[in-house]
Each structure stands twice: as structure tokens, then as C-alpha cells.
């Protein structure tokens, strides 16, 4: 039986677990279906219980997925769906989350996000997140693919400074924000999201990795994600539909690298010297 798995908590006091179910790509093929349903609800089964989706994926496809895989559990998953910019409006973000509320079959999103930044103003998007919090649609807001100079612009809007968490990319090829936004955040004490925390697939695949793993009995994969949860204000949300994957993944918490294996890390994927603008998928 795994330990429980190690919690981060948001600026709000709520803990969340650091390692969650992304959906990116389900919900786009309806012969996928079980397989995806059944991939969430092993890793619900496993704990992790935060499932990150967004009204975008598969055009709401996914949080049909989620709906299924949820049903009859809500209370034990904490979930995470995302608003797109072109609907970010004062109205249309109320629209887009009522919309999102049906599809999951659900009543309330523990946390909503802005997907990335668009033409909308963002105290515009934060005046229809805080008046979904007080109709108690959603729990908390966030935002993601969020620059240092974008949240220091939100820390200007009106009630800006209820940010809950930046999701962004984050991996070992994709790890600029080591330079500036992650200690900024962490100093902050705002989540960070690490999305596409395997590379999508690709870490998997890294001889390199796979030399370090197989030293300390563990897959590439797993070393990739015990690497960006080294940080206790990082939550990895990586998507499986293999159910041996979303095992390993699970697993992956267990892990601690150690300072040698962190510098070997380090030279096969050196960190940023300078500042790097934020990247995104
Ligand atoms: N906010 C944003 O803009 C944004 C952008 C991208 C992603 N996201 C979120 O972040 C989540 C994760 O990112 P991602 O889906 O782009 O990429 P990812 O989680 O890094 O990689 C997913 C791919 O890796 C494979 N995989 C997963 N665990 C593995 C393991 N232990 N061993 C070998 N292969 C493994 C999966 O295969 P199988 O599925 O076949 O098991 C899948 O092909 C998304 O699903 C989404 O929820 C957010």
C-alpha cells in the first residue's frame, strides 16, 4: 500500500494532493472513452484526487470524461477546470463555467483558471471569478501561463492577490521558470501547476533519466516527476490513460532524489543562467 501522497496548500489554507490527473487529448475519441474513465478513477483509487480539465479539451469532450470518472465521488476529488481567453468576459466567464458545471455534472469547481491571457482585461475576469465564488460556483480562482510580469500585473487588479495557483509548463526540457517565476512564486507561496511535467511522453524516453532511474529502481518517467515535486509548493498533474502509467505515476511520489542524483539531473538538463521568457504548449 503507498504512502499518502504528500499534500501543498493553497494560499487559502486548503491542501490539495501534489500530484493530480491531467485530461489533456481525452474526450476526443469516443472509443477512448472507458479507457480514459478507467485511468481517472485508478488514479482517484490511488489518490490523486486533484483532476485538472478545461473547457477546451476535446471542446468539452474531457469534462464529459470527468463527469463519468467523478460520478458518485465528488466529494473525495478536488476539481480543476479552465476558462479560455476568448470567453474570459465579465459574462462570459460566468457562461463558460456554467457550462463546464453541467458537463462535469457537478455544482462547484474546487478551482478555476484562466486559461492564458487574451484580449479581456483581467479585472474583468477576476470581477466574474470572485462573484462565481460568492455564488459558491467555484471554490477558489487561478490562472495559468502566467509571466513574472503578468502576475505582478495582477497583484494590481482589484482582489488580484486571491490568485490561488499559476499552472505553467514545467518539465526538465521546458525549466526556464527555475531562473525567476518559480522561486517568485514559492516565495509567494502561490502554487505552481506543473503542466506537461513528462514532456508529454517524451522524458519517459530519456536514456539519461533512464540511467538515473534504473540506478535507484524507478522508470524515467518517475525520476522526471519526483523531480519537479522536489519543490513543496509544486503540484504535478501529469495524463495517463495506460493504467501501468498512471500506476508509475502514482508511485513517483514516493521517490526522493537524491543531491547526486539532482546534480546529474542538473547536467543533462542544465538550469537557466538568465531569464527565460515563459513557454507554453
Ligand atoms: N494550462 C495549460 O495551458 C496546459 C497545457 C498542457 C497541459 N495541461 C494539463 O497538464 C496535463 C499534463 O500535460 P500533458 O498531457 O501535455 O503531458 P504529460 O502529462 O507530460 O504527458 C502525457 C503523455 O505521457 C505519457 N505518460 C504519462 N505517464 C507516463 C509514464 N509513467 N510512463 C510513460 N509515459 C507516460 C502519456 O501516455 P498514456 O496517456 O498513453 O498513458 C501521454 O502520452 C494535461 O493533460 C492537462 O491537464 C495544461
Given at each position: ?43 482517484l483509487?490511488?489518490?490523486?484526487t ?20 467523478i460520478?458518485?465521488r465528488r466529494d473525495e476529488v478536488f ?203
Amino acid at each position: 500500500m503507498p504512502s499518502e501522497l504528500p499534500s501543498v496548500t493553497l494560499p487559502s489554507g486548503t491542501a490539495v494532493p501534489s500530484l493530480g490527473l491531467g485530461t489533456w487529448h481525452m474526450g476526443e475519441d469516443r472509443r477512448r472513452f472507458a479507457d480514459e474513465v478507467a485511468a481517472l478513477k485508478l488514479g482517484l483509487d490511488l489518490g490523486m484526487t486533484l483532476v485538472d480539465t478545461a473547457e477546451m479539451y476535446a471542446s468539452g469532450g474531457a469534462e464529459e470524461v470527468v463527469r463519468e470518472a467523478i460520478a458518485g465521488r465528488r466529494d473525495e476529488v478536488f476539481l480543476v477546470s479552465k476558462v479560455l481567453p476568448s470567453n474570459a468576459s465579465r459574462t462570459g466567464t460566468v457562461r463558460a463555467c456554467e457550462a463546464s458545471l453541467k458537463r462535469l455534472g457537478t455544482e462547484h469547481i474546487d478551482l478555476y483558471l484562466l486559461h492564458w491571457r487574451g484580449s479581456y482585461r483581467l479585472a474583468e475576469t477576476v470581477e466574474a471569478f470572485e462573484a462565481l465564488r460568492a455564488e459558491g460556483k467555484i471554490g477558489h480562482w487561478g490562472v495559468s501561463n502566467f509571466d513574472v510580469p503578468d502576475m505582478a500585473e495582477l497583484a494590481g487588479v482589484p482582489r488580484g492577490g486571491n490568485v490561488q495557483a499559476n499552472q505553467v509548463l514545467y518539465n526538465l526540457d521546458a525549466r526556464g521558470i527555475d531562473f525567476d517565476l518559480q522561486p517568485a512564486l514559492g516565495k509567494a507561496a502561490v502554487p505552481i501547476m506543473a503542466y506537461s511535467p513528462v514532456g508529454q511522453g517524451d522524458l519517459a524516453r530519456h536514456a539519461g533519466l533512464a540511467a538515473i532511474g534504473k540506478r535507484i529502481g524507478a522508470t524515467a518517467a518517475q525520476v522526471a516527476l519526483a523531480w519537479t515535486l522536489r519543490h513543496p509548493h509544486v503540484i504535478a498533474i501529469p495524463k495517463a490513460v495506460r493504467p501501468e502509467h498512471v500506476r508509475d505515476n502514482r508511485a513517483a511520489a514516493d521517490l526522493t532524489l537524491s543531491q547526486d542524483d539532482l546534480a546529474e539531473i542538473d547536467r543533462l538538463f542544465p538550469p537557466p543562467r538568465r531569464r527565460v521568457p515563459l513557454e507554453m504548449i
